[in-house]
């Protein structure tokens, strides 16, 4: 257990200030050609929802299989050598640098006055229309992204980092994967990613809500409203997002930063109308976009405090 909580520890160092080699090959673009390559087998004909299944036990039972071998192989050849393999591999699997980066990609051309460019960056990490957002909704574009990959990206992989490992990290970054590449409510998609949809939506139920009462209780407030006010909003706001989880994280920022997310989208001319989080208190700038950072590192140091001691606990008991 001990060397458990080490390699985690690691793991979240690793991630907040190396991330991941630009040259070396991520392991999520080997889970995505797995994926691709079986929905193009499995994705035709009838019974859909079954075959949708079938990928997601093949998938999640490869990821979870592969990394406990290696996890294995690595503490046979001696407790430091694994940790230090298993510390890594739940750095890969953990994305605070990359969401960062992506997040300054669009805030560097936005604060600089070329929206063109931050229209274009925003498009890489979001599905919605951008070409004719304002400042605001270019913010708000990449604010909803932080704030929902805070949980998706960082805390909901650590969380089953602690429970299983690298193993458990590796498990769960199948299943969300399989959610962004195959669970769509459409045609080609809705019964195929019916199962990893909702596999998706288990493995984040409990992280996605620890990680937004976590917003609202340790990162820095920019609301004037009372935490009591500040947590009723949340929880009634959350529940009105079409995701079971991600309006725990949108809800959470939107109220500790003193802003409205939610609104208007487009997606390929389509209009979609989410829910609003929060109340508009000052309205959407640049600078909430550093916030929305800043928000992801506190939760993330929160996060891996919490487990630790939990960690520390169960070491003593037992």
Not at 22 to 50: A, E
Not at 53 to 78: F, K, N, R
Not at 91 to 99: G, I, N
């Amino acid at each position: 257990m001990l060397a458990h909580l080490i390699a985690c520890t690691l793991g979240v160092v690793l991630d907040r200030f190396i991330g991941d080699p630009p040259k070396m090959p991520h392991p999520v673009r080997w889970i995505g050609n797995l994926i691709q390559w079986l929905t193009i087998h499995l994705n035709k004909g009838k019974f859909r929802k079954l075959k949708g299944l079938l990928l997601v036990m093949i998938v999640v039972g490869i990821s979870t299989v592969v990394s406990y071998a290696i996890v294995i192989a690595a503490y046979t050849v001696g407790t430091i050598f694994g940790i230090l393999v298993e510390g890594i591999m739940i750095a890969v699997a953990l994305a605070q640098k990359s969401l960062q980066q992506a997040a300054m990609d669009v805030y560097t051309p936005l604060v600089g006055g070329d929206l063109k460019e931050a229209r274009v960056k925003l498009s890489w990490i979001v599905g919605r229309d951008t070409e004719k957002l304002s400042v605001p909704e270019v913010t708000r574009g990449v604010v909803e992204t932080v704030s929902e990959n805070t949980s998706d990206g960082v805390t909901a992989p650590l969380f089953w980092a602690f429970l299983f490992g690298a193993t458990g990290a590796w498990m769960y970054k199948a299943v969300n994967t399989l959610d962004s590449m195959v669970a769509y409510k459409n045609e080609e998609y809705g019964d195929f990613g019916y199962v990893a949809a909702h596999t998706d939506d288990v493995f984040n139920y409990i992280p996605s809500r620890i990680t937004g009462f976590l917003m609202l209780i340790g990162t820095k407030k920019e609301s004037l409203h009372s935490f009591l006010y500040r947590f009723k909003g949340w929880l009634r706001d959350a529940k009105q997002h079409p995701s079971p989880n991600s309006g725990f994280l949108e809800a959470a920022t939107a109220y500790q930063l003193g802003i409205q997310l939610g609104g208007t989208n487009r997606y390929k001319g389509i209009i979609s109308e989410r829910a609003k989080m929060g109340e508009p208190e000052t309205e959407l700038a640049p600078k909430h976009i550093k916030l929305a950072i800043e928000q992801m590192h506190t939760v993330t140091t929160w996060f891996w405090l919490i487990g630790v001691v939990i960690g520390g606990i169960y070491i003593v008991i037992t």
